[in-house]
T-cell receptor, first 111, second 113 residues
Framework: AQSVAQPEDQVNVAEGNPLTVKCTYS??????LFWYVQYPNRGLQFLLK??????LVKGSYGFEAEFNKSQTSFHLKKPSALVSDSALYFC?????????FGTGTRLTVIP | DSGVTQTPKHLITATGQRVTLRCSPR?????VYWYQQSLDQGLQFLIQ???????AKGNILERFSAQQFPDLHSELNLSSLELGDSALYFC????????????FGEGSWLTVV
């Protein structure tokens, strides 16, 4: 069975510090992994995806994610957090016909 | 702007009623997905259509139904509404299926009173 886990409901980071939002997955075969961000009262915005190739994927707004097959992880990272990065972040794994989402991690960047 | 358009943005209706949510996918996308987001259930996949045909079914209640029309827009019908159906309903679209990026609309807020 395919599944995605986001072990942290909440992550707090000071502005200017690096941030990491964790995601682990379980799938048979090669995974297609995604990160989405949701700002208050808005839809989900696509940040980046891993299909194949380079394990470090660069996405929108300065975010990147590192795919680690041995640890079955796909952590989202940013070198320097902004207050405007505060939002709800979802990791997702594509199945045959849809996306399986994690439960989300609320990121708060403290000025 | 993702290019996925959903209407209405907000609606309030009474228990037992029926509502229809509408979605226009991004230009060129053949797949349409419906998701429900609620505080206690998170993001739940409801159903997917591809080029007019149902392709995958998730946690969709029997009181709910959907269809995709020849012009590729989609409608989600919710009937015999209950208080617990209050949620944010997202439509999303992608070019085809697995591996393609799925783009989400802004959602339709449904409040059942």
């Amino acid at each position: 069975a395919q599944s995605v886990a986001q072990p942290e409901d909440q992550v707090n980071v000071a502005e200017g510090n690096p941030l990491t939002v964790k995601c682990t997955y379980s799938v048979s075969g090669n995974p297609y992994l995604f990160w989405y961000v949701q700002y208050p009262n808005r839809g989900l915005q696509f940040l980046l995806k891993y299909i194949t190739g380079d394990n470090l994927v660069k996405g929108s707004y300065g975010f990147e994610a590192e795919f680690n097959k041995s640890q079955t992880s796909f952590h989202l990272k940013k070198p320097s957090a902004l207050v405007s990065d505060s939002a709800l972040y979802f990791c997702a794994l594509t199945g045959a016909n849809n996306l399986f989402f994690g439960t989300g991690t609320r990121l708060t960047v403290i000025p | 702007d993702s290019g996925v358009t959903q209407t209405p943005k907000h609606l309030i209706t009474a228990t037992g009623q029926r509502v229809t949510l509408r979605c226009s996918p991004r230009s060129g996308d053949l797949s349409v997905y419906w998701y429900q987001q609620s505080l206690d259930q998170g993001l739940q996949f409801l159903i997917q259509y591809y080029n007019g045909e149902e392709r995958a079914k998730g946690n969709i209640l029997e009181r709910f139904s959907a269809q995709q029309f020849p012009d590729l827009h989609s409608e989600l019908n919710l009937s015999s509404l209950e208080l617990g159906d209050s949620a944010l309903y997202f439509c999303a679209s992608s070019l085809t299926g697995s591996g393609n990026t799925i783009y989400f609309g802004e959602g339709s807020w449904l409040t059942v009173v």
